[in-house]
């Protein structure tokens, strides 16, 4: 069974920086496309980046377009988010997703899910 497993939220200034991991493992597949969502209370969950399995490609949403980059260590199965110049609006509990069947932009396509770690950006 795939597992998906992500650390690296926190408290962080305005203007800040923090770098989320996320680790992707299964019994079929060492490396798959993978994604970030996040998800603020009383919001849906959204879209923020994704990276092709073989790292050459990388998709942003437009409101973290220059300021969040994707990336991946496939010797690892690892992606990473680094996120810079952090603004409130980022607060959210920020998902890693793996093995998209679809859209990488839905949440719905894709199949395996990490168990989230917040991300508090404060004024």
């Known amino acids: 069974q795939v597992q998906v497993v992500e650390s690296g939220g926190g408290l962080v200034q305005e203007g800040g920086s923090l770098r989320l991991s996320c680790a992707a493992s299964?019994?079929?597949?060492?490396?798959?496309?993978m994604g970030w969502f996040r998800q603020a209370p009383g919001k849906e969950r959204d879209f923020v980046a994704a990276i092709s399995q073989n790292g050459r490609s990388t998709y942003y949403a437009d409101s973290v377009k220059g300021r969040f980059t994707i990336s991946r260590d496939n010797a690892k199965n690892t992606v990473y988010l680094q996120l810079n110049r952090l603004k409130p609006e980022d607060t959210a509990v920020y998902y890693c997703?793996?093995?998209?069947?679809?859209?990488?932009?839905?949440?719905?396509?894709?199949?395996?899910w990490g168990q989230g770690t917040q991300v508090t950006v404060s004024s």
């Open positions: 997703a793996a093995d998209p069947d679809g859209n990488y932009r839905y949440p719905e396509d894709w199949n395996y």
């Open positions: 299964g019994r079929t597949v060492e490396s798959y496309p």
